[in-house]
T-cell receptor, first 114, second 110 residues
Framework: DPKIIQKPKYLVAVTGSEKILICEQY?????MYWYRQSAKKPLEFMFS???????DNQTASSRFQPQSSKKNHLDLQITALKPDDSATYFC?????????????FGEGTRLSVL | GQQVQQSPASLVLQEGENAELQCNFS?????LQWFYQSPGGSLVSLLS???GTKHTGRLTSTTVTKERRSSLHISSSQTTDSGTYLC????????????FGSGTRLLVSP
């Protein structure tokens, strides 16, 4: 069973619309992250949350807003979508303080903005 | 900020051959990991190796911290090893901000 669930797996949106990408982890981790992978670019860090508080933000546009309603949830709301937002968005989690543990990644949500 | 460079960008092997992947990073890393990204896109951690040499199965990673480089050796490659290998460095303060390289795309043919 997947331990990090991302929904939906695929998402098509029109320019200017708003979407929410869902992420839930069932690993008991205290830290969650969002990464983005665009075509021909490396995976880029976007946000990290620890105990539901923002720890680090890679100066993502304010159109990208993480939302943590529960400690094992970190959703990503994207408003005023643009074609350049098309990418695969990966959620990850880890136990902060355990330096030997790499973050575990979800399967990603592939977003296409038309 | 931290930069991570990987080489080669792509590699084609015949099954059974060995592969050597390189990762160079611009500043001291407290944590270094190698990830595998499948052709379908999912990411799996292979090895965590901030310094020294580590083995797991057919994989061997050697990190020389002072020289800011790490290598991943894949022995006796198999077609199922095909995919992208990513080197990632922990960077930033607080949280767990990982900076990824662009990856080495490996294709192993039968």
């Amino acid at each position: 069973d997947p331990k990090i669930i991302q929904k939906p797996k695929y998402l098509v949106a029109v320019t200017g619309s708003e979407k929410i990408l869902i992420c839930e982890q069932y690993l008991g981790h205290n830290a969650m992250y969002w990464y983005r992978q665009s075509a021909k670019k490396p995976l880029e860090f976007m946000f990290s949350y620890s105990y539901q508080k923002l720890m680090d933000n890679q100066t993502a546009s304010s159109r990208f807003q993480p939302q943590s309603s529960k400690k094992n949830h970190l959703d990503l709301q994207i408003t005023a979508l643009k074609p350049d937002d098309s990418a695969t968005y990966f959620c990850a989690s880890s136990q902060e303080g355990d330096n030997n543990q790499a973050p575990l990644f979800g399967e990603g949500t592939r977003l296409s903005v038309l | 900020g931290q930069q991570v460079q990987q080489s080669p960008a792509s590699l084609v092997l015949q099954e059974g051959e060995n592969a050597e992947l390189q990762c160079n990073f611009s500043s001291t890393a407290t944590q270094l990991q190698w990830f595998y990204q499948s052709p379908g896109g999912s990411l799996v951690s292979l090895l965590s190796n901030p310094s020294g040499t580590k083995h797991t199965g057919r994989l061997t990673s050697t990190t020389v911290t002072k020289e800011r480089r790490s290598s991943l050796h894949i022995s006796s490659s198999q077609t199922t090893d095909s995919g992208t290998y990513l080197c990632a460095i922990e960077s930033g303060t607080g949280g767990y901000k990982v900076v990824f390289g662009s990856g080495t795309r490996l294709l192993v043919s039968p």
